[in-house]
């Protein structure tokens, strides 16, 4: 059980600093601010869309490990390609915020099925602060793209 919480644990905290990093980033990503923004947003409908699909036919732990493999390697994807196509790193931030949408909305349930029910809302408040960790983090991982450069 120690090993299914400390995994679950990063995988909310995680998921939070990429998927509030993606969304505090928006307006960097290339093109206008509101439109980036705007497109931030619109992304999620398609992603919960595709989430209750996907549950039915591929089950959780597929689904949820495809979208934050997806989710992760857009992220990466934007560090190495995004200085020099400038294209690609909006693509990959829309594509990447529709999977960390879609894995936030599958951890949840996954989470609440994985631990036992005498401490299942110990467990998913511990997981909850893990994921509100990740959001503290996000701002300043967002600052390190200024003081770091590609």
């Not at 409908?45 to 989430?51: G, H, N, Q, R, S």
């Not at 560090?79 to 020099?84: A, F, H, N, S």
Request: some cysteine; glycine content about 12%; proline content about 3%.
């Amino acid at each position: 059980l120690f090993i299914c919480t400390s995994i679950q644990i990063y995988s909310w905290f995680v998921n939070s600093a990429a998927y509030y990093g993606l969304t505090l980033a928006a307006g960097s990503a290339g093109g206008g601010l509101y439109v980036t923004t705007a497109l931030s947003g619109a992304v999620e409908i398609p992603a919960y869309v595709l989430t209750n699909f996907l549950l039915s036919f591929w089950g959780r732990r597929k689904t949820l490990s495809a979208f934050m493999l997806v989710g992760g390697l857009a992220c990466l994807v934007i560090q190495v390609l995004g200085g020099v196509l400038p294209f690609v790193s909006t693509t990959c931030a829309l594509m990447g915020k529709l999977c960390l949408a879609a894995s936030f909305a599958v951890v949840y349930i996954h989470s609440g099925e994985l631990f036992p029910t005498t401490i299942r809302n110990s467990a998913m408040g511990l997981v909850s602060v893990a994921a509100r960790f990740g959001g503290i983090c996000a701002p300043f991982i967002v600052l390190l793209g200024d003081t770091i450069p590609n």
